[in-house]
């Protein structure tokens, strides 16, 4: 390692979280760690990624309702009108729908609220074809 990262949180907090890491066989600093290239590499991420990212995360969820045919008119027309007049709407739709069905939610979804575009790639990977592999 090249540096060191100083950070000051309370006795309980660490304490809390070197017993946690340690009943789940984790290094706390390998935790924070991958935590930072994680945030690091989303927020990194360019436009034409994010919404990459945001069409496949559409089509798996189109997958996990049991495909195209599956995927309810009315919810994407309703999806369709909350991208047009509230992205918040529309996110929140999309995560009931991912909680509903027991569906581990995308860490790419928080991006949907951000604007028309980002929510229209997710709307197309959700009604489209399976996106070419990368």
Not at 12 to 38: G, P, Y
């Amino acid at each position: 390692m090249d540096t060191n990262l100083h950070i000051r949180i309370s006795k309980d907090l660490k304490e809390s979280f070197q017993q946690v890491a340690k009943q789940n066989n984790k290094d706390t600093s390998s935790l924070v760690r991958d935590w930072i290239s994680a945030y690091v590499a989303e927020y990194r991420n360019s436009d034409e990624e994010t919404a990459t990212e945001l069409y496949v995360a559409g089509y798996q969820l189109q997958e996990a309702l049991g495909g195209r045919d599956k995927v309810s008119k009315d919810f994407a027309k309703q999806l369709q009108e909350y991208s047009l007049t509230d992205q918040k709407e529309f996110t929140q739709l999309i995560l009931t729908t991912y909680l509903d069905h027991d569906l581990t939610i995308p860490p790419v979804i928080s991006k949907t609220y951000k604007g028309y575009a980002y929510s229209q790639m997710f709307l197309l990977g959700l009604i489209g074809d399976k996106p070419k592999e990368r």
